[in-house]
């Protein structure tokens, strides 16, 4: 009795498998109905215009990406073409190797005008208060300048009287 169970439960076992396979191909089968439902549902327009969006949105990045690429490219040109400027062993080439002209050659040859009496007078008060301690923001809201040409003309000034 023993030998003739063994196919009882091998046909079981067999119809148990071809049981789940069904219920897989009805829960296969109707995911598709309903899937093809909704496609039917949503109007062409609608997946036109989010197609649409996507290729804009795609080729926008592109461009940008391609537009940032010959910008990186350029940099990195002219970065190497300044370090070999800079690198050159060239006298007339290097910072250091030029001469700029001193405020005396500079004014020599110009006459004394008003306007120079007048810059003269303005960087004078742009002096006197930075050696009150004010800072370059300050400095600049009193002589009604901007900040960086205060920054500038401080600096020449410091520079001059190194020299």
């Not at 080729?59 to 010959?70: A, G, I, W, Y």
């Not at 990195?76 to 007339?92: A, C």
């Not at 004010?134 to 009604?144: A, D, F």
Request: aromatic content about 6%; charged content about 30%.
């Amino acid at each position: 009795m023993t030998i003739q169970m063994l196919p009882l439960w091998e046909l079981v076992l067999d119809g148990i498998q071809v049981l789940l396979c069904a219920v897989i191909l009805f829960f296969l089968i109707h995911n598709k109905i309903k899937y093809r439902r909704l496609i039917l549902n949503t109007s062409p327009k609608e997946y036109a215009a989010e197609f649409s969006n996507e290729m804009r949105l795609q080729h926008l990045k592109q461009e940008t990406e391609k537009v940032f690429d010959s910008i990186v490219d350029v940099i990195n040109r002219e970065r190497g073409s300044l370090q070999k400027h800079y690198d050159s062993d060239e006298p007339n080439h290097r910072m250091d190797a030029c001469v700029l002209p001193g405020p005396a050659e500079i004014n020599a040859d110009r006459p004394v005008d008003k306007q120079s009496e007048e810059d003269a007078a303005e960087f004078g008060e742009i002096f006197s208060l930075s050696e009150k301690g004010l800072s370059t923001r300050e400095i600049s809201q009193r002589v009604s300048m901007p900040r960086g040409e205060v920054e500038l003309v401080l600096r020449l000034n410091k520079e001059m009287r190194n020299n």
